[in-house]
Nanobody, 115 residues
Framework: QVQLVESGGGLVQAGESLRLSCAASGSTFVLYAIGWYRQAPGKSRELVAVISSGGTTTYADSVKGRFTISRDNAKSSGYLQMNSLKPEDTAVYYC?????????WGQGTQVTVSS
């Protein structure tokens, strides 16, 4: 069982930056792929970025070049650095830990970008 807690969301203006954190419980964090997802009002949840247990990263086209996903296994934490934020990035951002068929989600953190 893994529990995830996101933090770092907030209200910013377009062009500014935020860094989201995902703190995980448990000693097996290193085995999990960590993903960041987001869900805007009235829309489906979508993948933003994922980092594998080995450090391989994948990004949605909409955030490539602006967002950076990373992890610190020693701190059992994942991060999402978000630069050059746009109003269309406004959403609730969720962290997910995945290992084989096991998926764990955090409670989400709100990111609001004003124009």
């Amino acid at each position: 069982q893994v529990q995830l807690v996101e933090s770092g969301g907030g209200l910013v203006q377009a062009g500014e930056s935020l860094r989201l954190s995902c703190a995980a419980s448990g000693s097996t964090f290193v085995l999990y792929a960590i993903g960041w997802y987001r869900q805007a009002p009235g829309k489906s949840r979508e993948l933003v970025a994922v980092i594998s247990s080995g450090g391989t990263t994948t990004y949605a086209d909409s955030v490539k070049g602006r967002f950076t996903i990373s992890r610190d296994n020693a701190k059992s934490s994942g991060y999402l650095q978000m630069n050059s934020l746009k109003p269309e990035d406004t959403a609730v951002y969720y962290c997910k830990a995945n290992y084989n068929n096991y998926n764990y989600w955090g409670q989400g953190t709100q990111v609001t970008v004003s124009s």
